[in-house]
């Protein structure tokens, strides 16, 4: 399956951004994926940000942020709000066919986007 991250870019601190990751290319079901986004700040290594599982239930490691996913559309969208400067990061969503619970580490991700840059300035 391919991931295409979208809605990265240069946001003001307490400003918004919804990022979303569309699934392409597979013959399974999207709804059956477990998916999750990381992020990866400048000089630091990735870190586990948002996962979610085939039936919808998921967990941030921000209270700003949320995870959600559109069967419908096989994507899965991550929204931040109140965004700080220490959020600046190139943000990559994820996915794993085993999609029965939500998954923090990256070793449990078969798929990955390519990554979009969100800005954050003070």
């Known amino acids: 399956v391919q991931l295409q991250a979208s809605g990265g870019g240069l946001v003001q601190a307490g400003g918004s951004l919804r990022l979303s990751c569309v699934a392409s290319g597979s013959g399974r079901t999207f709804s059956r994926y477990a998916l999750g986004w990381f992020r990866q700040a400048p000089g630091k290594e990735r870190e586990f940000v948002a996962g979610?599982?085939?039936?919808g239930g998921g967990v941030t490691v921000k209270g700003r942020f949320t995870i959600s996913k559109d069967n419908a559309k096989n994507t899965v969208y991550l929204q931040m709000n109140n965004l700080k400067p220490e959020d600046t990061a190139v943000y990559y969503c994820?996915?794993?066919?085993?999609?029965?619970?939500?998954?923090?580490?990256?070793?449990?991700?078969?798929?990955w986007g390519q990554g979009t840059l969100v800005t954050v300035s003070s």
């Open positions: 979610i599982n085939w039936s």
């Open positions: 994820a996915a794993t066919d085993s999609g029965s619970r939500y998954y923090t580490k990256q070793t449990e991700y078969d798929y």
